[in-house]
């Protein structure tokens, strides 16, 4: 019957209506986890490259109590460069990427929004905050924390934190 047929179609409406929004929301939810998972490796590998540099350099900042820095600095065992990273291209409330600059000169690499700076994370991962703590006591090799805070949505943030000695006493 014609009533039949009404309240058969709109069984079936309601359910692929509901099977479509669930749908919609399961691929939403994987692009997320997607660009959560670049973003992530993007800034691991950037962050384990800087410890690679931090555990042969040397002629770290020195102190006794442990300090915070927007930029390291310190010395390339290799080359002997003075290597600087900082956040570029972020400010107050504002995102940006992870810089390296290489000068011979210890004075080369001192400003944050300078040209120097080459980007290492690419331009889809957002850096909110880079922060880099130092322990440089005497008698010991210097220990370098990194934590960096990577926007991956509106609202979520990821937050990496790697430690790393260098394996030459100053």
Excluded: H, W
């Amino acid at each position: 019957t014609l009533m039949e047929l009404l309240v058969a179609m709109t069984v079936f409406l309601v359910v692929i209506g509901l099977s479509s929004g669930i749908f919609l929301q399961t691929l939403k939810s994987q692009r997320t986890i997607v660009r959560m998972s670049e973003n992530m490796n993007n800034v691991t590998l950037t962050l384990e490259q800087i410890a690679r540099e931090v555990r042969t350099g040397f002629e770290f900042p020195q102190n006794t109590g442990g300090t915070y820095y927007d930029i390291l600095q310190f010395r390339d065992g290799r080359s002997g460069d003075y290597v600087s990273y900082t956040l570029i291209g972020g400010g107050e409330g504002q995102v940006g990427s992870i810089g390296r600059c290489a000068s011979f000169q210890s004075s080369g690499c001192q400003e944050q929004d300078s040209d120097d700076f080459d980007s290492l994370t690419s331009g889809n991962v957002d850096i909110e905050s880079l922060t880099f703590f130092v322990q440089n006591d005497t008698g010991r090799p210097p220990l370098v924390t990194i934590a960096a805070k990577v926007l991956i949505d509106r609202d979520a943030t990821l937050i990496l934190q790697t430690s790393v000695s260098s394996r030459i006493l100053d």
